[in-house]
């Protein structure tokens, strides 16, 4: 299932990307060709590190790497080429890695790893932008620091990634704050235990023949 998903993800992440061009166009092919490009190399990249580290490559590696490419070029697609997404997709898998094993070090709460992938592969992206952007990809873009343009888009895109990672923790500092007034922001342990759909919805997500808190159990909540 969790390949299944993230090859639907994979799939609809073509129309995300090459869809921004607005058009069907060279900047939509170019998009949707670096879009795919960035994920096979980063799902690739991933499979080699679990490899290394663990003497065991994972399918799940693999759909996390492919996440991590798609999450990468994404703030690219449009101003790079076929190499730089080579690159990208390669570097932001050892990047999201490391990322996600400091979970362990600072033991907070992410389930699905969203910050170590989404945030940080996000991060990175956007800086890497600054980085292999180039006018022959796109003329209305800007010349990165690996083609000559100097260090100005580089220091725009820290910029930017700045000012978002900054808007992102005031405003959730806010929104916690918030929340904490209504209610407590997380479940019992007993309810994460038998599992969230049960304990909050009443029902199992997964239908069987003994639907409940083993089968819940079964799979690993």
Same mark, same amino acid.
């Given at each position: ?20 061009? #607005?058009?069907?166009?060279? #900047?939509?092919? /170019? ?41 990468? #070029? ?21 990047? /999201? ?36 952007? *180039?006018?022959?990809?796109? /003329? ?31 405003? *959730? ?20 235990? /038998? ?27």
């Amino acid at each position: 299932m969790t390949l299944i998903g993230a090859g639907l993800l994979w799939f609809g992440w073509f129309g995300f990307n090459a869809g921004s061009a #607005i058009g069907s166009n060279a #900047i939509a092919v /170019s998009a949707f060709v670096v879009t795919h490009i960035a994920a096979a190399a980063a799902g690739l990249s991933w499979v080699l590190i679990e490899w290394i580290a663990y003497k065991r490559p994972t399918a799940l590696g693999m759909a996390t790497g492919a996440v991590a490419g798609l999450v990468a #070029i994404t703030p690219a697609a449009g101003y790079v080429g076929p190499l730089s997404a080579v690159l990208m997709g390669l570097t932001v898998s050892l990047i /999201s890695f490391f990322a996600i094993k400091m979970k362990e070090k600072f033991h907070y709460d992410d389930a699905l790893d969203v910050f170590g992938v989404h945030g940080v592969g996000g991060m990175f992206g956007a800086i890497a932008t600054g980085i292999f952007a *180039t006018k022959a990809i796109n /003329s209305s873009g800007a010349d990165g620091l690996f083609h000559h343009g100097g260090a100005g888009l580089l220091i725009k895109q820290f910029t930017g990634v700045a000012i978002a990672v900054c808007w992102a923790a005031i405003a *959730t500092i806010v929104i916690v704050k918030i929340m904490k007034i209504f209610g407590s922001l997380r479940v019992q342990d007993e309810a994460e235990d /038998s599992g969230l759909d049960l304990s909050e919805h009443g029902e199992s997500a997964y239908a069987g023949p003994s639907a409940g808190v083993d089968e819940m159990s079964a799979f690993g909540h």
